[in-house]
């Protein structure tokens, strides 16, 4: 506690103490009165006697009851603040971290590491607001607190208010996620705030930020030390408060998935195999049971073993298991470690895994007769090669029958069933949605132009990539071309190419990305060189169709983070579709007559586990979320002096900024102090 006015203080004391001292010891100036006698006036003589001058006055409750109104009034004269070390303004931005590592037990503590961070926020702004309204709603504190919930998305919970009740209730309405923390975010989202609301307040000081968090976003591979300890991220002016474990003992054992990669065998679709990652922070080696799920029923079961982490401030230590298992058919494939640890968020990851089925192929040709397909030597050749690719189906129709069944119906007709497409020689007159090959043709993607030969004038040698997927297995050296057309790509947003092979004219090979879908065009007709006889050409169009089919990482099937919207696949008919799991709600699916099937964004879900679709539109009938984040499975503490920012010193601005007055309390005390005394002096006038 300080004082803003000492001078007045003890001007004040010096004047007042002296003061009430005189008023009890001089003596009171009486009218003489002649009387009988006073023989039996005890207590007249008694106030006679304490009433001569200088005479040391007697105790009396009645004078320690004005002794302590006066020191009060006088306190109330010096203006007492009580200061606060931390708020270092007018404003304090709380963080609140609510990352996966924060649902995390330690030994020896009540509840998650996020109900202890709850609580001490609701402590803090106790504090800085001074409970919420001051004494009557005289002390009225005229700063004002902002809350910032943290993970791998930052919110503006509440803005700055001076309503401790608010802040109060908007703290306990804070959820645990199972995302991973962006404390970089939450720290830069806190500094927008506060210069916003510098410009509608007189104050130039800036909010203190404050950050309540286990430090799991620290915890992260540090340059110096070639990825073997942790390396603190500091963030200038910003005060942390740790939650979780002491620096000095290790963080609470835990294990988790932190990879998952689920691949069907090209040979046999019927077999998959996982290879899952488990990191552990555990001091000592640890060997955990691995089950794997389909549908509910166990499919196999291995031990792991993970070796001990190198040192409390080392990186978790890691080990890999590839599951190999025959017969697998099609839904919900869960891997899930049977240990008991501090963290259940990391102990289960999924993936909801297709049909296994071959790819269907369907080559579209110009017509050699009506409803005939061209028979030239090459196109039998591109037939051919189609044809031993060893898809589920394989279909020829003419170009004309392409448009037929695609204008049939606005779903795109019979063309739902073919999972990649090739044209010889003939452009859609739309962009197709399954992936596609064009030769001596291209779809109509917005910025690429097929030129001719007759316009692109004469030729040239190729050249191409070959560690490109496309053509890392073949070879073009003894490729001869007469057709010379090329490619012209004008920059798109929209649009992603990859120019694969390069002729004398220009671009002879493209891979293009067109909302989400891979095409890969070919300018020259094949009729026009000698490439269906070469061997390399059957091992592209092998390569190719691998390529444009397989899901990126996951080639089995689909699963989404906690970090990333979820997308389920439905028939383009207005309906409502029903999720249910660690959280339920509903979707509205759009009415787009005409898209066929089309992808429905869930939104991000921030709760890791199998969620279930019901709808009569829904194609995909389940969703498997995710955590798989090494630095959240690492429960990682670390300690203000190895992370956070060095504590800002109070400064002479602060000072003035953060402070609690405590004179209208102490004015407040004396009225009540008053009301004592009069109330005894008035019980000693009846006695």
Known sequence: MAFLAPAELFLAAAI??????????????????????????????????????FQR????????LHFIILLLVVCAVGRPVLK????MGDRTVIILDASASMAATDANSQGTRLDRAKAKAIDRIKLILGGGGGFG?????????CLITSSAETTLTTPFTASASLLSDAVNAVQQTDQPGNLAAAVALARSASSTADEQMTTANGAAIMVLTDGGEQAKPSASTEGSQRSGITFPGVTFEYIGAPASTPAPKNAGLTLLTVRRDTRKLDTIRAFIQVSSNALEEWTIPITLSLNGRIIAQRPVTVAAR????????????????DQVGSGLLLATLGQADALAADNQAGIVLDAASRPSLLLVSPASAPDKPDSSPASWLLADALAELDARSFDRITAEEYSRRLGAGANGGELTTADCLVFDRVTPAVVPKQPSISFGACPPVPGVTLVSAEKGGGGGSFFWQRTHPLLQNATLDSLIVTDRSHFVVEEKPSVKVEEVVTGGNGPAMLSITYRGVRHIAVAFDLSKSNWPLQPSFSIFLADAARLLLERPGNAAGRMFTTTEPVIVRAN?????????????????VPDRAGEGVIDVSLGVLKRVGAYTIQGPTSLDRAAAVNLLNEPETSLASVSPTTASAPRREPTADDDRAVRMELWPLCLAVVTALLLIEWLIYGMSLRA
């Open 16 to 53: 007042a103490g002296p003061l009430l001292l005189l008023l009890y010891v001089l003596k009171l100036r009486r009218r003489p009165v002649r009387v009988g006698s006073i023989l039996f006036w005890t207590p007249a003589i008694q106030d006679a006697q304490a009433n001569e001058p």
């Open 572 to 588: 383009a008919r207005a309906s409502t579709l029903t999720i249910s799991g660690p959280t339920t709600f509903d979707v509205q």
């Open 84 to 87: 606060d070390a931390q708020a």
């Open 137 to 145: 709603g005289f002390m009225a504190s005229p700063r004002r607190v």
């Open 57 to 64: 006055p007697r105790f009396s409750w009645l004078l320690v």
């Open 310 to 325: 190198a040192g409390p401030d080392a990186l978790p230590a890691r080990a890999t298991l590839t599951i190999e298992v």
